[in-house]
């Protein structure tokens, strides 16, 4: 019993296979009662074709056919030829016109016939006129028309027939084939000097289809000559190697690599005066020679009294969160905050507290502030004073891109660039995109036409590194870049004032004024090395309480922690919502024309 069953089971299986493996030819409950063709070579070589298919859909309700007729086939490895097909007109038996549309379908055109709106059932007569060029071959000793009729429809065709006229009494020889693609199964027709009749033998299954070959004396029509284009490249023949593409693809990248060059040489190279400007007063001024050096000469105190973030700027030609952070304690040592440490109890006796800060507004007037300390100070107090340090998350970014454009704005009143360096570096990031979309364009186009992609390669790899070179393209006026020497100067005297910790012993205040500078330099390791040792609470107790800041390594750590939290605050934006997705010679069908087609 349980073998029955398995050997049941088996049959289902196989059967459900089958079914499942038969072609997407298949399109049972209609037929074609018949499919006629009458082929007219003309004097010029033209095909002048009309079909007429009698279509029966019995009760079923459609919107008419469509005829796919092949319009490219490959000829060798790399052509395709190609027939120049019009159609000329669609009506039904009686000679009224029919909707339809034309499209193109890969390499076929389909002629879709019918109204959307419109269903239909029972026997209908379709009747397509087109007209195809091309599509003769031509040989030594004879001109030959090689086409298949019908094509490969999913339905059976009843009756299947051509008809082939040529220009004067000019046919040597007819055949014809029927089957499915490369039988030689043979056909019935007739033939006479001007004209040659073709039909089926039987009735053709879906899928088989009738293919006739009438070869003509020579001279009849123009010599054929068959349209050929060049197949699309594979990816790998955009770049063929050959001493053009090879040589070119080198004169590109030379070339680039030279515009790089030239670029950063014209427009990214700093200005300076001949000497030492403010010692001088020579305002002569030349570009920046290459791999000049700067006479650095150590300043002990900031160059023209500039703040934190102006130098930050001058030096690295951008307004960053680093600027930023450091005009947030320069303001508290300037008296215009006061910063809190506050600790909750958290667990073992503090230790692992959550630490926040307190800041709270003075009663110091803001007059003598530059636009950008304003901007920082409504930001930090826009909700009231006081106000914690984690409050400001997800509220102050709109204050930071303001306070860095103000500060961009002050370096171009004063005179230090050329072009604002935001602006510099995104106007050279976007020719580099130019640049690069240039390369990758005209590498697909060479390549897909010539296979010459190598020329025109090199430019993407040049626009990659135009992207990396944009960042050094914002240009120091002779201004700009005394400040930057002496601001070096003034960088190089907190990094190395520990080896001077005696000159300091008696200069305490100076830990708290150049500790904003500290921490724009990164080096307040270094500046609170200069004070190990000392208590340094009297120049801080006025703007910063609640840690412990006795000694100035210490403080300094504390500071630190500071410093990192308002960075992180400060940059820090309101999240978005969103989900996810997840997306042997002759034989049927070897000739031209064919195709096949529908319903719907």
Sequence with gaps: M??????????????????????????EGWVIDSFEARIEVTQDGTLQITESIAADFGGLSKHGIFRDIPVVYEFGDKLNRVYDLEVRSVTDGGGRSLKHEISREGSYLRVKIGDPNVTISGAQTYRITYAVRHALNGFADHDELYWNVNGQWPVRTERTSATVTVPGDGIREVTCYQGRQGSREACRFESAAHSATFSSTRA????????????????????PQPKLERQPRELEEFFEASPVTIGGGLVVLVASLVLLASTWWRFG????????????????????????????????EPPEKLRPGQLGLILDESADTLDVTATAVDLAVRGYVIIREVKDEGYLGGMFGKRDWEMTRTAKGDADLLDYERTMLRGLFASGSPVMLSQLKNKFYTYLKDAKQELYRDAMKRRWFIMRPDLARVLWFAVAIVVMAVGVAGASFLGLYLGAGLIAAPLAPAGLLLVALARWMPKRTARGREVMRRALGFRQYVATAETSRHRLNEATNLFAEYLPYAIVFRCVD?????????????????????????????????????????????VSTPGGSGGSGFGGGGGAGGGGGGGGGGSW
């Design 526 to 570: 270094k500046w609170a090395r200069a004070f190990q040792g000392l208590d340094v609470s009297a120049t801080t107790q006025t703007w910063y309480t609640g840690g412990s800041p006795v000694m100035a390594t210490q403080f300094s750590r504390d500071l630190q922690d500071f410093s990192s939290a308002v960075s992180s605050t400060v």
């Design 269 to 300: 190279r700093d200005r300076r005066y001949t000497t030492i400007y403010y010692l001088t007063d020579n305002p002569n001024e030349e570009t920046r020679p290459l791999f000049a050096g700067d006479p650095i000469v150590i300043e002990y």
């Design 204 to 223: 053709l299954p879906e899928g088989q289809q009738l293919t006739v070959v009438v070869a003509m004396a020579k001279g009849l029509v123009p010599e």
């Design 2 to 27: 349980k073998g029955q069953l398995a050997i049941r089971f088996l049959i289902i299986i196989v059967a459900v296979t089958i079914a499942a493996a038969r072609p997407a030819l298949a399109d």
